[in-house]
């Protein structure tokens, strides 16, 4: 089965998790945050653990459960670079995956690590990607009586960048570094447009790009296969499946987790408004009755309304921009990252 991995932050999240548990490969609740304390970092959100829900969602060791740990806060990069707190890191977040009987992880931290220039920092950039290796290995030697398989690391990677190559991207090297340690890749694929810039979601020309720049750095500069992907669109089963190259593409494909929104915006144009979830967008729809249009350009629906003279738009996912998404990550080999569960229309499920 290819991955899919599901976070879910919300009471509808955990609701839909239960429900449609078989649809899923991971769940991933969004329950921790490793930051620095008083004195020393600090593992919050075991307050949030619902052993109940753990239990009534994964039956017969399936789905996977693999909480969210994202990096928080600032400073951190003593994390990176003392022993003791590097060290007592990697202790957190294994025991309390070892206490609560966890099978992994979700490791959030590059966007922290980008925004507060450790990445454009060469030593340190180094010293993050070896953090990412040990915390890897540390889950991979976890044994619990139950388990048949290692813990895994699941690793939060960013979109390419939109102009040239910047310092922030996630790289060929850095992703054959960590091949050992990072069982899957979460590849962020939405959040294209902001309230500063309003727009699409997740254009597809924009994710399919994101894919491409991922199948480039897993099949290397000279691989023609990649280099026909790069050209063409979405891989094709015979390119997949040329000999030894077609096999490595095929196994490291695997590993990659497509990000999908099931959320959307309300912007207020030229600047404004946010996301919104699934309930806010029906009652929109109920309360301005308003014509659906769809962006041939974007591959998303949109649709606009007036209130107080002021002209939003809303884009929000539709069955149609869903399928498109979910094909073109299935034709690829990869699996899916949807964010978040609880923020979509129950009738999304069907096609997953």
């Not at 925004?115 to 990607?129: D, H, M, P």
């Not at 040239?164 to 850095?174: G, K, N, V």
């Not at 699409?200 to 280099?227: E, F, H, K, Y």
């Not at 009652?283 to 591959?299: A, H, M, R, T, V």
């Given at each position: 089965?290819?991955?899919?991995?599901?976070?879910?932050?919300?009471?509808?999240?955990?609701?839909?998790?239960?429900?449609?548990?078989?649809?899923?490969?991971?769940?991933?609740?969004?329950?921790?945050?490793?930051?620095?304390?008083?004195?020393?970092?600090?593992?919050?959100?075991?307050?949030?653990?619902?052993?109940?829900?753990?239990?009534?969602?994964?039956?017969?060791?399936?789905?996977l459960i693999v909480p969210?740990?994202?990096?928080?806060?600032?400073?951190?990069?003593?994390?990176?670079?003392?022993?003791?707190?590097?060290?007592?890191?990697?202790?957190?977040?294994?025991?309390?995956?070892?206490?609560?009987?966890?099978?992994?992880?979700?490791?959030?931290?590059?966007?922290?690590?980008?925004?507060?220039?450790?990445?454009?920092?060469?030593?340190?950039?180094?010293?993050?990607?070896?953090?990412?290796?040990?915390?890897?290995?540390?889950?991979?030697?976890?044994?619990?009586?139950?388990?048949?398989?290692?813990?895994?690391?699941?690793?939060?990677?960013?979109?390419?960048?939109?102009?040239?190559?910047?310092?922030?991207?996630?790289?060929?090297?850095?992703?054959?570094?960590?091949?050992?340690?990072?069982?899957?890749?979460?590849?962020?694929?939405?959040?294209?447009?902001?309230?500063?810039?309003?727009?699409?979601?997740?254009?597809?020309?924009?994710?399919?790009?994101?894919?491409?720049?991922?199948?480039?750095?897993?099949?290397?500069?000279?691989?023609?296969?990649?280099?026909?992907?790069?050209?063409?669109?979405?891989?094709?089963?015979?390119?997949?499946?040329?000999?030894?190259?077609?096999?490595?593409?095929?196994?490291?494909?695997?590993?990659?987790?497509?990000?999908?929104?099931f959320y959307g915006n309300?912007?207020?144009?030229?600047?404004?408004?946010?996301?919104?979830?699934?309930?806010?967008?029906l009652s929109l729809l109920?309360?301005?009755?308003?014509?659906?249009?769809?962006?041939?350009?974007?591959?998303?629906?949109?649709?606009?309304?007036?209130?107080?003279?002021?002209?939003?738009?809303?884009?929000?996912?539709?069955?149609?921009?869903?399928?498109?998404?979910?094909?073109?990550?299935?034709?690829?080999?990869?699996?899916?990252?949807?964010?978040?569960?609880?923020?979509?229309?129950?009738?999304?499920?069907?096609?997953?």
């Amino acid at each position: 089965m290819t991955s899919s991995i599901f976070a879910c932050r919300n009471g509808n999240g955990y609701e839909m998790a239960k429900k449609y548990r078989a649809k899923f490969t991971h769940i991933s609740p969004v329950w921790y945050q490793l930051k620095r304390g008083h004195k020393d970092l600090e593992l919050i959100g075991g307050h949030d653990v619902d052993t109940d829900w753990i239990k009534d969602v994964r039956q017969e060791g399936q789905p996977l459960i693999v909480p969210r740990v994202v990096l928080e806060g600032w400073p951190l990069d003593n994390m990176l670079v003392e022993t003791r707190e590097k060290l007592q890191a990697i202790q957190l977040i294994s025991s309390e995956c070892r206490k609560r009987g966890y099978d992994g992880i979700v490791f959030e931290a590059w966007s922290l690590w980008s925004a507060y220039g450790t990445l454009q920092n060469s030593k340190l950039r180094q010293k993050a990607l070896n953090f990412v290796q040990e915390l890897g290995s540390s889950l991979h030697n976890i044994v619990l009586p139950r388990q048949t398989r290692n813990m895994q690391l699941i690793f939060v990677i960013p979109p390419v960048s939109r102009q040239a190559q910047e310092l922030r991207d996630f790289t060929a090297a850095d992703m054959a570094y960590l091949k050992d340690a990072v069982d899957a890749y979460s590849l962020m694929t939405y959040d294209f447009s902001n309230s500063y810039n309003p727009g699409p979601t997740a254009p597809l020309s924009w994710m399919r790009t994101c894919i491409q720049s991922v199948i480039s750095l897993i099949g290397g500069n000279d691989n023609p296969i990649a280099d026909n992907v790069l050209k063409l669109g979405p891989v094709s089963n015979q390119a997949r499946h040329q000999g030894s190259l077609g096999r490595k593409m095929d196994n490291n494909m695997s590993k990659i987790l497509v990000g999908i929104n099931f959320y959307g915006n309300d912007f207020v144009l030229p600047q404004g408004g946010g996301p919104i979830l699934g309930h806010e967008y029906l009652s929109l729809l109920s309360s301005y009755k308003p014509k659906l249009s769809w962006d041939g350009f974007n591959d998303e629906h949109y649709f606009d309304y007036t209130v107080a003279q002021e002209l939003h738009r809303v884009f929000y996912p539709s069955l149609k921009s869903l399928s498109l998404r979910l094909e073109e990550a299935k034709s690829c080999g990869a699996g899916v990252s949807i964010w978040e569960i609880g923020q979509g229309l129950e009738y999304f499920f069907d096609l997953l």
